[in-house]
């Protein structure tokens, strides 16, 4: 991918992130499926952005029950809160296969890189981001407080549709991770998804779905 095209680099020239790579602010790490990125209780003062790959951000009680909060997928951004505020981190961030990251250390960049040209044009590109953030942790909340399966499977599909502009696409997660996601258990989920491809609301073939309006 083209590292400069990604919005948290909007307006930085190659110059300012030679310069940025110069003050330690940048460093890229490489993970394998099934490690972690970072553990429920880690502290960070780094953020990172994937540059390929896949990553979830994931909640797991002491009972070891897993919810997927985030499916992130390469030019995507994470822990960026937890950079800045320093407090240890409540989630798990988990590589799902192989990926490389690239990570922004918020120290070196709020402590040296305060003086450089790229200084503002990183502080409005974080800031946009976070903005993003919260939408996409609004969508998420809205599918998790639906009370019932169906309903949260008509939440989150639906929102899915607009945001591709599409009722027919496929979904990042399988049967397992999108009950996880979702808060549900998978075999509620199937029997709720089965119901509603008789009913015809929808029809799937694994993780590709297709929507229909109810007048058909």
Known sequence: MDLLSNPVFGGITEEEYADMCACGCVRTAEYSGGSYLFRCGDKTREFGVLLSGK??????DLWGNRVIL????AGQAFSETYAFCGAPMMVDVAAV??????YINLGAMLGEGRSRGWYEKMLYNLLA?????????SGRMLCITAKGIRARVMTYLSSEAVKRGSRSF???????????????ERSALSKELGRMKREGILDFDRNYFRLYTLDG
């Open 170 to 184: 496929a979904l990042p997660f399988d049967r397992q991770q999108m009950a996880d996601y979702l808060n549900v």
């Open 129 to 137: 981001l976070s903005s993003a953030k919260n939408l996409a942790w």
């Open 97 to 102: 296969g192989d990926c490389k990251v690239l």
């Open 55 to 60: 990553i979830h951000i994931e909640s797991t």
């Open 70 to 73: 985030h499916d992130l997928s």
